[in-house]
Structure formats: structure tokens, C-alpha cells
């Protein structure tokens, strides 16, 4: 099993940055790709960016390219994203999600095994 751990949501402007974090641990060995989702009220989930977990292989969601970025520590089992320019539509809830395995496709939600409880972001305008 690998737990994830959110944190870094907050209230802020539109136009103002956050830096979320995501600490992973238990089996992380098993970890091959992270990746962070987000759900708005009344709205499903959808993928905002992911990395794999070994080699520099990115993917972004056209919403956020340009203003996000993922990144990992791990040395401290540790992703995080990186978001300025925040706008509200940004507004949601933000979870943090692993595979185990082989990273296979990124943006596909039903590849992730773990999850984390998620962190809320409110990006008022």
C-alpha cells in the first residue's frame, strides 16, 4: 500500500500562485507515475498533470499548460504542483493519485491505484 498526503490548497485571487504538495509513503518502491486530478462541484474528475516517477516524462491538461507545473523530490517521495496565474475555473478540489507498475498512459484516471483525500483550491475573481 502507498498513502498520500495532500496539502498547500488555500483561498487566494485570481492571478496569485500555490504550490501544492503530495508526500508518499509506504510502498513506494511500487510507484511508477504520480499524478495530480481535481474536481470541481457539480463537475467528474479530470487529470491536471502527472510525472513519472523515474525518467522526466511529463503530461499536462490543455487547461493548465503554460501555468502548472509538476515536478517530483524523491529522495523525499514528494510531487508537487506548481500553479500560478490562478484562475477561477481552477477552483476545485485537488487529489493526488500513484500507479504501480509500468507508468502506461498518463492521463487515465482508472490506472491509478492510490489516492490521496484531496486539498481544497478557491481562486476567487
Known amino acids: 500500500q502507498v498513502q498520500l498526503v495532500e496539502s498547500g490548497g488555500g483561498l487566494v485571487q485570481a492571478g496569485d500562485a500555490l504550490r501544492l504538495s503530495c508526500a508518499a509513503s509506504g510502498r513506494t518502491f511500487d510507484m511508477s507515475a504520480m499524478g495530480w486530478f481535481r474536481q470541481a462541484a457539480g463537475k467528474g474528475r479530470e487529470i491536471v498533470a502527472a510525472?513519472?516517477?523515474?525518467?522526466?516524462?511529463?503530461y499536462y491538461a490543455d487547461s493548465v499548460k503554460g501555468r502548472f507545473t509538476i515536478s517530483r523530490d524523491n529522495a523525499k517521495n514528494t510531487v508537487y504542483l506548481q500553479m500560478n496565474s490562478l484562475k477561477a475555473e481552477d477552483t476545485a478540489g485537488y487529489y493526488c493519485a500513484a500507479k504501480k507498475g509500468i507508468p502506461g498512459i498518463l492521463w487515465e484516471e482508472y490506472e491509478y491505484a492510490y489516492w490521496g483525500q484531496g486539498t481544497q483550491v478557491t481562486v476567487s475573481s
Open positions: 510525472i513519472t516517477w523515474r525518467g522526466s516524462t511529463t
